[in-house]
Structures are given as structure tokens and as C-alpha cells.
């Protein structure tokens, strides 16, 4: 609801300062007082396009603050805490326009763009006149109005996630029917790769081990050579075994030698016995070497096969083993691009097939819900003396899914015999669509989201019993709600709750100035004598006006 509003420098007002409240309340003043100021003021706050004539003469800004309470709008309230503007029951819109025709907007004092302003305003306040800012000429609010009157809401919503829910898987197919073929050749890659690797089979700290392994095999060819070496030096003729053998035979050839050649002779002997030993144990360590040299050839070849699928990979041999880990997850958790499409294709049929059972449902109770929308409208247009119009909804069948279910929902009105019936946006005359809006707003008053309604000078071209009609509707209107109506009508004007005056005075200092105030009781019975078109000051007229106002 809207509870204040501030305006200051804004065409002719100087500084404008009210205080709202719920109900109806009508606004009336002499023709070109600038009753219509005020609602292009609220227009500004609530996001209409401005330029630099919007700001007073002589001034270098226009100001227009409006405050709202939000303590029963809990879509509101969402909306604000998704958008990171959310102050607490209360809601501020301002606009600043400078004399250059720049112009700022904000939210709870936070600088916003002009779409967020027109977003919030549209679920805040809904102006019927010959302005822009005018809900009941967009589709979505026909729609919107129909589910609430048919109680349809939460069967829409879920239409709306069902469609989600398709939308989503359609757009996943089509990627990846897109991404299929490489899809595929990733699959074929990862698991040629896998394979090679489990083929592979590298050990954590095989590396390593091998590495040592083969440095140390490799070494082992000095030792060889020397090994060898030895052994022929013992093994040639005339070699050390011979030499020794004949130096013992020498010895033990004498029949009687003294104890020291016995002494050397038994050394001699002892070194024959050590050096055969010694021959034995080279010639055991030479065969264990053939063996070594084909282990030598195994562990090269193991390191041969590790470096090669480490360098196809682009990465250090170290880092094989992890490697082939991440790979072998990733192609454990994917699937062939064939048989995700056969996945997804799947999905895509069982999450259309949700969504075409709950639009049709949604469509069938449409159906139902326009035809007793269109005959409460109807009802409501006859009493303000709209009797040859005809209201319908024009429900027609989309080609394909949307999120608001199957069908377009248009609202259309036919103002006389013969005539076909039109959208609410051809509709020629101002004073008309104020007239069905308004028969359209007091039918779905009860679950109606917008808090505030507006009706700029919706007694057009009216008068009389009708114009009694009127009043009375708007009354019932306001009953349910906030209602601000601009109006020439006493009969409107008797029915409202609260009544705002307009007036103009003008001086060669300050110029043309617009004022706006609340009447009292005795102001307003002299205001709505006014109105009838009698003499204010006369005790008929005051009489009449008073008699009227009871009545209301």
C-alpha cells in the first residue's frame, strides 16, 4: 500500500507532502488545476521515462519519493531479498530528475536501473488511464488475473517448473548433439589411454626402485671385467695355479731340506689351496653375472616403456601413476555421447510427457474460469452504462511448450452491436478502458496481487445513476484495498473514503503553483456541492451534498 508521498519541484508543484491511507480515496479540483500532476509524479517514481520539462521552472532537480508498506506483500518482499533491496515492512522507490534531464533511481536508497524500478512498480501500483504505465494492456496480466479469479495459481506454477524441468533437458540434448562427436573421440581416447596404462600396470614406487636397480646393474660391468681378468691370469698356461704347482713340486721334490724350506713349502701349499678357492669363487661370481646382464636388459626395457607412454602423455614419468588414476575416474564416470542422447532422449520424453498432462489440465480449467470471468465482467460493464459491450478472454493454442502453459490469454472487448470483438489495447476511448478495467478490477478485487489501483478520471463521458454505479463500485473496490481515483463525478467523488483537494494559484514571485491537501468533513460537503454544479455557499446545495454523503 501506498503510504506517502513526497514530490518537490516537479512541474507546478513546489513541495507536495502526503500521507495515504487504504480505502478510496478521490481526488478532485477545477479543471486545469493539475489533478493529473500527482499520478504523473507517481508514474516518475514508478519507472516512466522522463525529460527536463518535468522539472519546475528555475529549479536544478525534481524530486519524487514514494514509500510503500510491504508487510502483507510477500512476493514483494521476495523479490526485494533476490535483488539485495530488502529494508525490513517498509519499501522507499525515489527519482531524481536534474534540469539537464538526467535522472537517478533508487530502491530503499540504493542506486537501481530503470527496469528494476518498473518491475517493483508493476507489482506495487496498477494505473488505469490514458497513461503508459497501464498493466491491463500486457498479455501476462490477463493471464496472470485469470489464474488468480479460477484459482489456478499453484496449477500454473507447477506447469512453470514442469516446463523448467523440459526446458532444461532440451537444452542438454540439443548441446549435446552438438558436442557428440567429440564427445565420442574423447570416450575412444580415454579409453585407449586407460587400457594402455592398466597394461602398464605401474607400481607407486616401481619408478624408483627400477631406477636403482639399473644404475647399480649398470655399474656392475667394471666389476665384471676385472673378475675376468683374474680368473685368466690363473687359468693361462704358465699362469699363477701353474707357477704355484711347480713351486710346490720343487719343494717336495727334496728328500731332505731344512725346516725352512718345509716352512715355505707349507706356505706355498696353503696359497695354492686359497688361490684355487679364490678361482672357485670368481668363477661362481662370473656365472651369477650372465644372469645380472638379462636382468639388465628386462629393467631397461620396463624403463623404455614407462618413458615412452610418459612422453605421449606430455607429463613427467613420476607423475604416471596419478595420472592414470584421474583418467580411469573420468572414464568411469562418463558415458559414450550415444548413450547420453539415449539418456537424454529418454528424459526428454518423460519430462514433456509431465508437462502436457498438467497444460492440459491448466487449459481445461481455463476454459472454464473465462467463460465465468467474461459473464461477472459483463455483469459488471451493464451497470456502468457499458450495456451493448462484450467482454470475452481469447484463449488460443500455442505451437509450442511455454512456461505459462499452452494457450495466450487475451483479453477482448466489443463496445458496440456489430462490432467485432478487439484487444483492450485498440480499444479507442480513454473513458471505455477505464470503465472495463474497472469492472474487470472489482470482479477479481479478491485475488488481485495489486495492492494499489489508480483511476485517472475513469468517469468520462458519464454521469447520473451510472455515475452512482461508479462510486459505488470503487467504494467496494477500495473495501478490498487501496484505490486513488482522479474524478469530475460528486457521485464518485461522495463515495471515497478520504478526499484529496487540487488547486492552482499563481503570483508574479512564485509563478503557477498546484497544491494538494485533505479535506475535512465540512470541506468536503462544500467540495462535492461544487461538484453537483450548484452555488457552495447556498443551504440547498450544502444540503444536497450532505444527503449525498450519508447515502454513501
Given at each position: 500500500m501506498?503510504t506517502?508521498l513526497?514530490i518537490k519541484?516537479f512541474?507546478?508543484?513546489?513541495?507536495l507532502?502526503?500521507?495515504?491511507?487504504?480505502g478510496l480515496?478521490a481526488?478532485?479540483?477545477?479543471?486545469?488545476?493539475?489533478?493529473s500532476?500527482?499520478l504523473?509524479?507517481?508514474?516518475l517514481?514508478?519507472g516512466?521515462?522522463?525529460?527536463?520539462d518535468k522539472?519546475?521552472?528555475?529549479?536544478k532537480?525534481?524530486?519524487i519519493?514514494?514509500?510503500?508498506?510491504?508487510?502483507?506483500?510477500?512476493?514483494?518482499k521476495k523479490w526485494?531479498?533476490?535483488?539485495?533491496?530488502?529494508?525490513?515492512d517498509?519499501c522507499?522507490?525515489?527519482?531524481?530528475?536534474?534540469h539537464e534531464?538526467?535522472?537517478?533511481a533508487f530502491?530503499?536508497?540504493?542506486?537501481?536501473?530503470?527496469g528494476?524500478?518498473?518491475?517493483?512498480?508493476?507489482?506495487?501500483?496498477?494505473?488505469?488511464?490514458?497513461?503508459e504505465?497501464?498493466s491491463?494492456?500486457?498479455?501476462?496480466?490477463?493471464?496472470?488475473?485469470?489464474?488468480a479469479?479460477?484459482?489456478?495459481s499453484?496449477?500454473?506454477k507447477?506447469?512453470?517448473d514442469?516446463?523448467?524441468?523440459w526446458?532444461c533437458?532440451?537444452?542438454k540434448l540439443?548441446e549435446l548433439?552438438s558436442e557428440?562427436?567429440?564427445?565420442?573421440?574423447?570416450?575412444q581416447?580415454?579409453?585407449?589411454q586407460?587400457?594402455?596404462?592398466?597394461?602398464?600396470?605401474?607400481e607407486p614406487?616401481?619408478?624408483?626402485?627400477?631406477e636403482?636397480?639399473q644404475r647399480a646393474?649398470?655399474n656392475?660391468?667394471?666389476?665384471?671385467?676385472a673378475?675376468?681378468?683374474?680368473?685368466?691370469?690363473?687359468?693361462?698356461?704358465q699362469?699363477?695355479?701353474?707357477?704355484?704347482?711347480?713351486?710346490?713340486h720343487?719343494?717336495?721334490s727334496?728328500k731332505?731340506k731344512?725346516?725352512?724350506l718345509?716352512?715355505?713349502?707349507?706356505?706355498?701349499?696353503?696359497?695354492?689351496?686359497?688361490?684355487?678357492?679364490a678361482?672357485?669363487?670368481?668363477?661362481r661370481?662370473?656365472?651369477?653375472?650372465?644372469?645380472?646382464?638379462s636382468?639388465l636388459?628386462?629393467v631397461?626395457?620396463?624403463?623404455?616403456a614407462?618413458?615412452?607412454?610418459?612422453?605421449?602423455?606430455r607429463?613427467a614419468?613420476?607423475e604416471l601413476?596419478?595420472?592414470h588414476?584421474?583418467l580411469a575416474?573420468?572414464?568411469?564416470g562418463?558415458q559414450?555421447?550415444?548413450?547420453?542422447?539415449?539418456?537424454l532422449?529418454?528424459?526428454?520424453?518423460?519430462?514433456?510427457?509431465?508437462?502436457?498432462?498438467?497444460a492440459?489440465?491448466?487449459s481445461e480449467?481455463?476454459?472454464?474460469a473465462?467463460?465465468?470471468?467474461?459473464?461477472?465482467?459483463?455483469?459488471k460493464?451493464?451497470?456502468l452504462a457499458?450495456t451493448h459491450?462484450?467482454?470475452?478472454?481469447?484463449?488460443?493454442?500455442?505451437s509450442?511448450?511455454?512456461?505459462?502453459?499452452?494457450?495466450?490469454?487475451?483479453?477482448?472487448?466489443?463496445?458496440?452491436?456489430?462490432?467485432p470483438?478487439?484487444?483492450?489495447a485498440?480499444?479507442?476511448s480513454?473513458?471505455e478502458?477505464?470503465?472495463?478495467?474497472?469492472a474487470?478490477?472489482?470482479?477479481t478485487?479478491?485475488?488481485?496481487?495489486?495492492?494499489t489501483?489508480?483511476?485517472?478520471?475513469?468517469d468520462?463521458?458519464?454521469g447520473?445513476?451510472?455515475g452512482?454505479?461508479?462510486g459505488?463500485l470503487?467504494?467496494?473496490?477500495?473495501?478490498n484495498?487501496?484505490v486513488?481515483?482522479?474524478?469530475?463525478?460528486a457521485?464518485?467523488a461522495?463515495?471515497?473514503h478520504?478526499h484529496l483537494h487540487?488547486?492552482k494559484?499563481a503570483?508574479?514571485?512564485?509563478g503557477a503553483?498546484s497544491?494538494?491537501?485533505p479535506?475535512?468533513?465540512?470541506?468536503?460537503?462544500?467540495?462535492?456541492?461544487r461538484?453537483m454544479g450548484g452555488?457552495?455557499?447556498?443551504k440547498?446545495?450544502?444540503a444536497?451534498?450532505?444527503?449525498?454523503?450519508a447515502?454513501?
Amino acid at each position: 500500500m501506498l503510504t506517502h508521498l513526497l514530490i518537490k519541484d516537479f512541474t507546478l508543484v513546489d513541495k507536495l507532502d502526503l500521507e495515504l491511507e487504504c480505502g478510496l480515496t478521490a481526488i478532485t479540483g477545477e479543471t486545469g488545476a493539475g489533478k493529473s500532476i500527482m499520478l504523473d509524479a507517481l508514474g516518475l517514481a514508478l519507472g516512466d521515462r522522463t525529460d527536463a520539462d518535468k522539472v519546475r521552472a528555475g529549479k536544478k532537480k525534481a524530486e519524487i519519493q514514494a514509500s510503500f508498506d510491504i508487510t502483507k506483500l510477500p512476493y514483494v518482499k521476495k523479490w526485494l531479498d533476490e535483488n539485495a533491496l530488502l529494508d525490513g515492512d517498509d519499501c522507499i522507490l525515489r527519482r531524481i530528475v536534474t534540469h539537464e534531464g538526467r535522472s537517478r533511481a533508487f530502491i530503499n536508497g540504493q542506486t537501481v536501473t530503470l527496469g528494476q524500478l518498473r518491475t517493483l512498480g508493476d507489482m506495487l501500483i496498477d494505473i488505469h488511464s490514458q497513461h503508459e504505465h497501464q498493466s491491463l494492456l500486457n498479455t501476462n496480466t490477463h493471464r496472470r488475473l485469470l489464474d488468480a479469479f479460477g484459482g489456478l495459481s499453484t496449477l500454473a506454477k507447477q506447469v512453470k517448473d514442469a516446463y523448467q524441468k523440459w526446458h532444461c533437458v532440451h537444452y542438454k540434448l540439443n548441446e549435446l548433439r552438438s558436442e557428440s562427436a567429440d564427445l565420442n573421440a574423447r570416450f575412444q581416447l580415454l579409453r585407449y589411454q586407460v587400457e594402455e596404462m592398466d597394461q602398464l600396470a605401474l607400481e607407486p614406487g616401481e619408478l624408483d626402485a627400477l631406477e636403482t636397480e639399473q644404475r647399480a646393474l649398470a655399474n656392475a660391468d667394471t666389476i665384471n671385467r676385472a673378475a675376468s681378468n683374474v680368473v685368466s691370469l690363473c687359468n693361462q698356461d704358465q699362469g699363477l695355479e701353474d707357477q704355484l704347482n711347480y713351486a710346490v713340486h720343487q719343494l717336495t721334490s727334496l728328500k731332505e731340506k731344512p725346516d725352512a724350506l718345509c716352512e715355505a713349502e707349507s706356505m706355498l701349499s696353503n696359497a695354492l689351496i686359497q688361490l684355487q678357492e679364490a678361482r672357485g669363487e670368481l668363477d661362481r661370481y662370473i656365472d651369477r653375472q650372465e644372469q645380472d646382464e638379462s636382468r639388465l636388459v628386462e629393467v631397461e626395457e620396463r624403463l623404455n616403456a614407462i618413458y615412452d607412454i610418459a612422453r605421449k602423455h606430455r607429463i613427467a614419468p613420476e607423475e604416471l601413476v596419478e595420472h592414470h588414476q584421474r583418467l580411469a575416474e573420468e572414464l568411469s564416470g562418463m558415458q559414450s555421447g550415444d548413450e547420453q542422447l539415449e539418456h537424454l532422449e529418454h528424459q526428454l520424453e518423460e519430462s514433456r510427457a509431465g508437462y502436457d498432462q498438467l497444460a492440459i489440465q491448466l487449459s481445461e480449467q481455463r476454459q472454464f474460469a473465462a467463460a465465468r470471468l467474461a459473464k461477472a465482467v459483463n455483469g459488471k460493464l451493464t451497470q456502468l452504462a457499458m450495456t451493448h459491450a462484450k467482454f470475452s478472454l481469447d484463449l488460443q493454442q500455442g505451437s509450442a511448450p511455454a512456461a505459462h502453459g499452452n494457450e495466450v490469454v487475451e483479453m477482448l472487448i466489443s463496445t458496440n452491436p456489430g462490432q467485432p470483438a478487439k484487444p483492450l489495447a485498440k480499444v479507442a476511448s480513454g473513458g471505455e478502458l477505464s470503465r472495463v478495467s474497472l469492472a474487470i478490477q472489482v470482479v477479481t478485487a479478491q485475488t488481485s496481487t495489486t495492492p494499489t489501483l489508480v483511476f485517472d478520471e475513469v468517469d468520462v463521458g458519464i454521469g447520473g445513476t451510472t455515475g452512482d454505479e461508479v462510486g459505488r463500485l470503487l467504494r467496494e473496490l477500495g473495501a478490498n484495498g487501496q484505490v486513488l481515483c482522479v474524478t469530475h463525478l460528486a457521485q464518485v467523488a461522495s463515495r471515497g473514503h478520504h478526499h484529496l483537494h487540487v488547486s492552482k494559484t499563481a503570483s508574479s514571485k512564485t509563478g503557477a503553483v498546484s497544491q494538494v491537501r485533505p479535506l475535512t468533513m465540512e470541506e468536503k460537503i462544500c467540495e462535492v456541492a461544487r461538484m453537483m454544479g450548484g452555488n457552495a455557499d447556498s443551504k440547498r446545495s450544502l444540503a444536497h451534498a450532505k444527503e449525498m454523503l450519508a447515502t454513501a
